[in-house]
């Protein structure tokens, strides 16, 4: 069944098409991924299928009665109701449902006033109408409360993040990110036939998102997402409708098989290009071999024909994305950051006093990648922004080391750009002594050339914006750079492009980020900061998980539960005891080791044992994985032998010239030898694919 169907819809703004022509269909429990570069369109897209936006023409055709639940990327919330009040009124017509009761029980006590006063007669019609009527409300009223229960929006608001005294909050006294939570918790309890979700992990932590993750995967619903979290997203779609240089196109499969069948039609359509290329050099060769010859004019004049006829290959245009590497920094000392006994602490009217920290013991050392993860208010970007300077702490010390400079790149950086200024203005307005050439060079990393760069602030994307707030960043870098939510706005491939940059950094860097691809990429340390300490860890994201999981600790819901190599933890400031021995434990281990001898020679043959049966298994295990592509290889190359050779005999034949004196059979070579060309492009290519794959297994088992 679908919910939803284009047909030939198109949209434009100015210049630029978002859309053309458009055909999609979203069935009915269909899981789609959004992708595209920033500013491609997707946003306008999910406008689209809201209502938001009309198309310039086509049609968008919906089913009847379709419930759809949007989360834009901007959002404004008002105060006056508090936090659970706002999601429970978010089930369309529980609020009318609401005045309709009190309206009925009040029009019926009115009437039964009048008839106990006497002030009119009994009517039993209308009070049976009454009474049905107010019946029926509370009918519908139970069945509200069955299936959109106040229960259920407490489990849905404390699995993103929000404590049980945020309950009764007013709205208006939640910051932009919490709002976004509060608004995504009241999509996720209405349940819509159709959910679109624009980039909705942006203001989430580590555990609300895996929570948030859970959820998607037992909904059975609908939905669009747009999210720049490769493996959330793998994890969560089925299809993916991509805005590519040549249009929208659709694809079958998560992220991953999307990437796959790109790189496939890529091969396969190269393959085409360069054997019509072939084919077309030799006819042309042909041509201008015998052209001047008049025993040759038919031949000649078949080949023009021909070559006529050969279609033009179109090759997938790359999609362009955000390449740029940091210039080498001035060497600073070994120690970047020192901070000892630190304390920062907040007063709010809502919340009185709100100790952070208490007292942190931290060091940063030169050329430190560290990944600062926790909960939502635990205190991340309140180190982060300490560190850069942009607030005070209370007590303690914190030094910037020698010859340090800082870089700081927060989230509120993209959305307080002067909004009047072009984008060339506000990033040369950073390093007034940086010359035109160098600005350009940097925008032109960041995909912003020629017209680009004269744009207004104010007409770009969430993303482009975000663009812009790097490169400003990259124009004067320093050597220590403090980020907090990079990869937020970003599209999925400029993510992974930062990722790539920063792990080339030659500094230091400390960062906030809930996107755990990014931090697997890029981080050598962890600070888990909860409670008003930071955990330190000296190693991956993954070996953090691998060692929290040994020690019990609940901090699966984080990761996709990939193991490490683990390393012993430490709290800020706190030093490690070393383990002892008691002399009880160390006479008995020597009056039983005899037996523990003998023990341990049979566990060494059984263990021989295990060890050449596991390794049979192993070697088993890799002949039937790689058997099938080896003989599948091996079958494609016989065949393209085979074809080359039938091809090479048709060349001979055709470039004989008898052969254009009889039609019939000049007419079956020719058909033959297209036929051919067109089969050897296709086992080719099928052949590239299927040696890529082996080589990959190959890899794979040697590692």
């Given at each position: ?61 919906c089913?009847r ?64 109408e ?6 029926e ?62 980039e ?5 932590d ?11 995967q ?97 090759v ?23 901070i ?20 942190l ?8 990648k ?164 930071v ?18 600790e ?52 059984a ?16 002949n ?15 065949r ?24 019939e ?8 030898y ?29 590692t």
């Amino acid at each position: 069944m679908s919910l939803v169907v284009f047909e030939k819809v198109s949209l434009g703004f100015g210049q630029k098409t978002i859309v053309n022509e458009l055909d999609l269909r979203i069935g009915d429990g269909e899981r789609i991924g959004l992708i595209g570069a920033n500013g491609s369109g997707k946003s306008t897209l999910l406008k689209l299928l809201s209502g938001d936006a009309k198309p310039d023409s086509g049609r968008i055709t919906c089913a009847r009665g379709l419930e759809i639940g949007w989360l834009p990327q901007d959002i404004a919330v008002e105060g006056g109701r508090s936090l659970l009040e706002f999601v429970l009124a978010s089930v369309p017509g529980r609020e009318l449902l609401g005045t309709r009761i009190e309206q009925t029980e009040a029009e019926l006590a009115a009437v039964q006033a009048e008839v106990e006063s006497d002030a009119r007669p009994i009517d039993d019609e209308e009070l049976m109408e009454l009474a049905t009527r107010l019946a029926e409300l509370h009918e519908r009223a139970t069945h509200f409360e069955m299936h959109y229960s106040e229960h259920e929006a407490l489990k849905i608001l404390s699995g993103l993040g929000f404590a049980p005294a945020d309950q009764q909050r007013d709205l208006g006294e939640l910051s932009g990110g919490w709002k976004m939570r509060a608004v995504l918790g009241s999509l996720l309890f209405q349940r819509p036939d159709l959910m679109l979700l624009d980039e909705p992990t942006n203001h989430l932590d580590m555990p609300s998102v895996a929570w948030f993750g859970d959820f998607l995967q037992r909904y059975r619903r609908s939905f669009l997402l747009i999210c720049h979290d490769r493996e959330f997203l793998d994890e969560q779609i089925d299809r993916v409708v991509t805005f590519e240089p040549e249009g929208v196109r659709q694809y079958r499969g998560n992220y991953q098989a999307y990437q796959r069948q790109r790189e496939e039609e890529e091969i396969i359509l190269e393959n085409k290009a360069r054997n019509l290329g072939r084919e077309r050099e030799k006819a042309e060769q042909f041509i201008d071999r015998f052209r001047a010859q008049a025993n040759k004019a038919k031949a000649v004049q078949s080949r023009v024909k021909a070559l006529a006829k050969l279609d033009d290959v179109v090759v997938f245009e790359k999609r362009k994305v955000m390449r740029f590497t940091f210039p080498p920094c001035d060497r600073a000392g070994h120690e970047v950051v020192k901070i000892r006994g630190l304390k920062k602490a907040y007063s709010t009217p809502e919340r009185g006093d709100h100790v952070v920290f208490p007292g942190l013991d931290l060091s940063v050392s030169r050329g430190d990648k560290i990944g600062i993860i926790g909960i939502n208010g635990a205190g991340k970007t309140t180190l982060l922004r300490m560190i850069a300077g942009e607030i005070s702490h209370d007590a303690g010390e914190l030094e910037i080391g020698h010859k340090v400079t800082p870089g700081y790149y927060a989230q509120h950086h993209a959305e307080s750009l002067h909004r009047e200024l072009t984008v060339f203005e506000e990033v040369a307005q950073q390093d007034p002594h940086a010359g035109q050439t160098r600005v350009r060079s940097i925008l032109g990393a960041f995909l912003y050339s020629g017209d680009d760069v004269d744009k207004k602030i104010a007409v770009l994307s969430g993303g482009e914006r975000a663009r812009v707030a790097l490169a400003k960043l990259l124009i004067k870098p320093g050597n220590l750079l403090l980020m907090d939510e990079p990869t937020n706005h970003l599209d999925l491939e400029s993510s992974e492009s930062l990722a790539e940059s920063l792990s080339t950094y030659d500094g230091t860097v400390l960062f906030v980020s809930h996107n755990r691809s990014f931090v697997r990429k890029l981080a050598t340390k962890i600070w888990n900061v909860h409670d008003g300490t930071v955990e330190i860890y000296p190693g991956t994201l993954d070996e953090y998980l691998a060692s929290a999981r040994e020690r019990g600790e609940a901090l699966e819901a984080v990761a996709d539960g990939k193991a490490g190599p683990t390393k012993q933890p430490q709290s800020a400031g706190a030093a490690t005891p070393s383990p002892s021995q008691s002399p009880s434990s160390s006479s008995s281990s020597s009056s039983a080791a005899p037996a523990q001898a003998d023990g341990g020679a049979k566990r060494d043959r059984a263990g021989e044992r295990e060890r050449k049966r596991k390794e049979a298994q192993d070697r088993a295990a890799r002949n039937k994985r790689l058997k099938p592509l080896q003989r599948q290889v091996a079958d494609l190359e016989a065949r393209i032998v085979e074809l080359e050779q039938a091809q090479k005999q048709r060349s001979v034949e055709l470039a004989d010239p008898a052969v254009y004196e009889d039609a019939e059979r000049r007419g079956v070579l020719l058909d033959d030898y297209q036929a051919a060309a067109a089969k050897l492009e296709e086992l080719s290519g099928r052949w590239e694919l299927a040696s890529m794959e082996l080589e990959e297994q190959l890899e794979e088992l040697e590692t």
